[in-house]
């Protein structure tokens, strides 16, 4: 789901850039140093994931979890995926520095909203929670497919195609997204239901 240099017109890459640093100057101040360790893990796991690349056409899939990182980092999640991107860019060349700051948006954007969600409707009971892991697993993933399209198809006509075929191709990888996120939000509401707290929730609960 990467977007790479030289896809996008200049402005839009300028204005992802500027967005972005926006957004990770917010999402650092809203990080605690007890915090540092889970988003330590979740960057790692980001990363990782995203590193497995499946060619479908013009373009590759692969998963990207921004729900699940929504849900266990809330606004914490924009500085996690930002530095799973630079880290990725850096040594892996995937998405490339000029378009980081719109690759930044595209998944992180997505996380923040679904840590909002899954808070507000998360409820108590570990079958309410795993459930509503699921549902912001697959629509962290469907917001980023839409984001990305949109992206895209600001590079003019020649990326309308790749744009619909970039949407296509993520539907499996949302359905994915949604039973891994229910899976692990299932299994931590069970063993350690304080991970899923964010810290604003923390300091009031």
Same mark, same amino acid.
């Given at each position: 789901?990467?977007?790479?240099?030289?896809?996008?017109?200049?402005?839009v890459a300028v204005g992802g850039y500027a967005v972005s640093l926006g957004l990770t100057v917010w999402s650092a101040r809203k990080t605690?140093n007890e915090d540092m360790p889970k988003l330590a893990v979740m960057t790692a796991a980001f990363?990782?994931?995203?590193?497995?690349?499946?060619?479908?056409?013009?373009?590759?899939?692969?998963?990207?979890?921004?729900?699940?990182?929504?849900?266990?980092?809330?606004?914490?999640?924009?500085?996690?995926?930002?530095?799973?991107?630079?880290?990725?860019?850096?040594?892996?060349?995937?998405?490339?520095?000029?378009?980081?700051?719109?690759?930044?948006?595209?998944?992180?954007?997505?996380?923040?909203?679904?840590?909002?969600?899954?808070?507000? #409707?998360? +409820?108590?009971?570990?079958?309410?929670? @795993?459930?509503?892991?699921? *549902?912001?697993?697959?629509? &962290?993933? !469907?917001? /980023?497919?839409?984001?990305?399209?949109?992206?895209?198809?600001?590079?003019?006509?020649? #990326?309308? +195609?790749?744009?619909?075929?970039?949407? @296509?191709?993520?539907?499996? *990888?949302?359905?994915?997204? &949604?039973? !891994?996120? /229910?899976?692990?939000?299932?299994?931590?509401?069970?063993?350690?239901?304080?991970?899923?707290?964010?810290?604003?929730?923390?300091?009031?609960?």
């Amino acid at each position: 789901m990467h977007i790479s240099d030289g896809v996008l017109p200049v402005s839009v890459a300028v204005g992802g850039y500027a967005v972005s640093l926006g957004l990770t100057v917010w999402s650092a101040r809203k990080t605690r140093n007890e915090d540092m360790p889970k988003l330590a893990v979740m960057t790692a796991a980001f990363f990782v994931a995203s590193l497995i690349h499946v060619p479908f056409g013009p373009t590759s899939v692969h998963l990207i979890i921004p729900g699940l990182t929504g849900a266990l980092l809330g606004p914490s999640a924009f500085l996690s995926i930002g530095l799973g991107l630079l880290l990725q860019s850096l040594l892996f060349q995937f998405g490339g520095l000029t378009a980081l700051g719109v690759n930044a948006l595209m998944m992180g954007v997505p996380a923040i909203a679904c840590g909002w969600v899954f808070q507000t #409707f998360k +409820g108590q009971t570990p079958s309410r929670q @795993a459930l509503v892991g699921g *549902v912001v697993g697959a629509v &962290g993933t !469907v917001l /980023a497919a839409i984001i990305l399209a949109g992206f895209l198809m600001t590079g003019g006509e020649d #990326f309308l +195609g790749v744009a619909k075929i970039a949407l @296509a191709a993520h539907v499996p *990888v949302i359905i994915i997204e &949604g039973a !891994v996120s /229910a899976l692990t939000v299932g299994f931590l509401a069970r063993v350690k239901p304080a991970l899923l707290l964010h810290p604003s929730r923390q300091a009031h609960g």
